[in-house]
């Protein structure tokens, strides 16, 4: 029972605690080490509790379902969890070189607890105004990280940011208040029970747009992405990789929530949109990296990319393709953070992050190449690493649904994916080194607190790949639940219906 | 009463983002502020417009009888407070934009949306903490 309240209280404590330390940078670093390797293990302990005995549901204040607030984790919310706790971690570790005392001193880690509380309350709320109330907590964490530091390109990516997403959140609040003046209730799965009663799917439908709007735009899909390149870049790589690893997948979990529990009266239309999106999606993000030299930049454009693969899984709308979608959440995560580390390090030890002036580092460093490349190819989808199953496992899901169109997109934009990683190899690792290329640095490259996270994480892509069988059978067991609404309505409302 | 607001409503959010789609940073930060209005307006009429009965069971009833439902009340309270904290950091985040770019522009504010152009011989800007 209290297992699901654990989440949410290990980082609000964090936070009250790094306030406590704010004068001591040390304490507070060390302590976002041990608090989020504390937020792994209470994600794993609730997971192993779900998996066990089902859905995980805690009331509120003992307020009765559906007048009060309820906190639920089924397995894809468990999931979502442990992957939070395994990004913060490691995340942490990395902070530890990566994130300068000037930002420390100005409140990073307070705010990195918040947003992972706000990040874990969207996962675990059953209500869809208090997912509202979550998105604001995560939200108002990320703008703060987004421009703490100052710079002018922070400064600047932080505006569009900020502007882009309050639009979204704008809209998120206006179709919750609709949505309750149509079936009278928040609570989620009251909600899928009513919407299913309302007698004008036309009405629903529309506000199932207005959701895939607001999610839309944090999930960063076409053709509602702009923001996304034009900030993620700014911040540093620690910052950048946690939002990679979380921010936008928030947004993604929100879609496949709402689609799956609410808006079902129409699904050969509303998901049939979300497949079309998804298609674009995928071409847009790997084009636009195309043309990138900047490393972030063009990681952030396959983020884009990516997110066309877990919106393909929800469009699909079957069991299989839930799963897969699942299973790649695992293994974007894992893999887009993982690069977007060594991007660091080959800042470090490059000198810069512009491709155009950096070159030679495989014969200098070695290990940062094999490092680099682990994830590259995982994201490429090549086996045995844990992308080549996640499109396997997307590619027989559409297939089995005859949805061919698809399948022949995302098979094409793995081919661009690997043409970009080899494009970055290439640069950065391959050709010798420009004439006035910025001075290399090694000692400053090789600190165990930047590489362990990002081998750490490159390890998880490859496990993910031998362990393959396992996971995908826990993400088949999620979407299986996924599929069956009832079976979280039953679980929150109990004896009230 | 229901068609005076939904007029209100719909006047408010064509005028916030008219606002938001000027290319002052102020303009498009007041769009946002009258969007939020408006849409706390939404949530209100949502829940109904009754005038003169608190709802409140009466003694020895069992149920409330005419009156405004006050859920979305408390929800545009908890709307105001969010969009206030929001509104203040987006203030300060502006008026900070300005100081360091020194300008206001939105059209000119796109260093982050443009490949950098490369000359091997000028150094990059440089940055701190990546």
Redesign the interface.
């Known amino acids: 029972m209290e297992r699901v309240l654990l989440p949410l209280l290990i980082p609000f404590l964090l936070i009250i605690l790094a306030l406590f330390a704010w004068n001591t940078p040390r304490v507070q670093r060390l302590l976002a080490v041990a608090g989020s390797s504390a937020l792994l293990l209470a994600a794993l302990a609730l997971l192993q509790q779900v998996q066990r005995s089902g859905i995980a549901v805690t009331q509120i204040g003992n307020w009765p379902a559906p007048y009060g607030i309820t906190l639920v984790a089924d397995l894809f919310s468990a999931i979502m969890l442990v992957i939070t706790g395994v990004v913060a971690v490691l995340v942490a570790i990395y902070s530890l070189e990566?994130?300068?005392e000037?930002?420390v001193a100005h409140g990073f880690y307070p705010l990195f607890f918040a947003l992972l509380m706000g990040v874990c309350g969207a996962f675990l709320t059953g209500d869809i105004?208090n997912l509202y109330?979550w998105f604001?907590v995560m939200?108002?964490a990320s703008?703060?990280l987004m421009?703490l530091?100052?710079?002018?390109?922070q400064?600047?990516?932080?505006?569009?940011y900020?502007?882009l997403n309050?639009?979204s959140?704008?809209l998120f609040?206006?179709a919750?208040?609709?949505l309750?003046?149509v079936a009278g209730t928040?609570n989620m799965a009251d909600l899928s029970i009513r919407l299913g009663e309302v007698n004008s799917p036309g009405l629903v439908t529309t506000i199932a747009m207005l959701y895939l709007v607001a999610f839309g735009i944090k999930a960063a899909i076409f053709p509602l992405f702009f923001w996304l390149?034009?900030?993620y870049?700014?911040p540093?790589?620690a910052v950048t990789a946690l939002f990679s690893g979380l921010l936008t997948k928030v947004g993604v979990y929100s879609l496949v929530r709402v689609f799956t529990l609410l808006f079902l009266t129409d699904v050969a239309f509303t998901h049939t949109i979300l497949l079309v999106l998804g298609g674009f999606t995928m071409v847009i993000g790997v084009l636009g990296a195309a043309?990138?030299?900047?490393i972030r930049?063009l990681l952030s454009f396959h983020i884009i990319s990516q997110i066309g693969y877990l919106l393909m899984g929800l469009g699909l709308y079957s069991t299989a393709g839930l799963a897969s979608t699942i299973f790649f959440m695992g293994h974007v995560i894992a893999a887009k953070a993982a690069l977007f580390l060594v991007a660091?390090i080959i800042?470090?030890v490059g000198g810069?992050?512009?491709l155009?002036?950096i070159g030679g580092l495989y014969r200098d460093q070695p290990w940062l190449a094999v490092l680099f490349l682990i994830p590259a190819l995982s994201l490429a989808g090549l086996p045995p690493l844990s992308g080549f199953f996640g499109k396997l496992a997307l590619v027989r899901a559409g297939l089995a649904q005859g949805q061919y169109a698809i399948v022949a997109v995302s098979l094409a934009v793995s081919l661009l994916t690997l043409f970009s990683m080899t494009k970055i190899w290439m640069e950065a690792f391959w050709k010798p080194a420009?004439?006035?290329a910025?001075a290399q640095n090694r000692p400053a490259g090789f600190k165990i607190a930047l590489v362990l996270p990002a081998l750490l994480m490159g390890l998880i892509s490859v496990g993910l790949g031998f362990l393959a069988e396992p996971a995908y059978g826990l993400a088949e067991q999620a979407a299986g639940v996924l599929m069956q609404p009832a079976l979280y309505v039953a679980a929150v409302l109990g004896g009230v219906r | 009463m229901i068609f005076l607001l939904a007029i209100v409503i719909g006047v408010l959010f064509t005028v916030g983002l008219y606002m938001?789609m000027r290319r002052s940073?102020t303009k498009?930060l007041i769009g946002?502020m009258l969007?939020?209005q408006?849409?706390n307006l939404?949530?209100f009429?949502?829940?109904r417009l009754q005038r003169a009965s608190p709802p409140l069971i009466p003694l020895g009833g069992d149920q409330i009888s005419q009156s405004a439902d006050p859920?979305?009340q408390a929800?545009i309270l908890?709307?105001i407070v969010?969009s206030f904290?929001?509104t203040a950091?987006?203030l300060v985040?502006?008026r900070?934009?300005y100081t360091?770019?020194g300008t206001n522009d939105m059209n000119e504010?796109r260093?982050?949306?443009i490949?950098?152009k490369?000359h091997?011989?000028i150094?990059?800007?440089e940055?701190?903490?990546?």
């Open positions: 990566g994130i300068d000037n930002r105004f109330v604001e939200l108002m703008f703060v421009a530091g100052g710079e002018r390109a400064l600047e990516g932080a505006i569009k900020v502007i309050l639009t959140s704008a609040l206006s919750t208040g609709i309750y003046s928040l390149p034009a900030s870049h700014t540093p790589v043309a990138q030299y900047d930049r660091g800042r470090r810069s992050f512009d155009r002036r420009p004439q006035n910025p | 938001m940073l498009v946002l969007l939020g408006a849409i939404l949530i009429t949502a829940g859920l979305p929800l908890t709307a969010i904290g929001v950091f987006a985040l502006a900070q934009t360091v770019l504010l260093d982050t949306d490949i950098p490369y091997p011989e150094p990059p800007e940055e701190e903490g990546y």
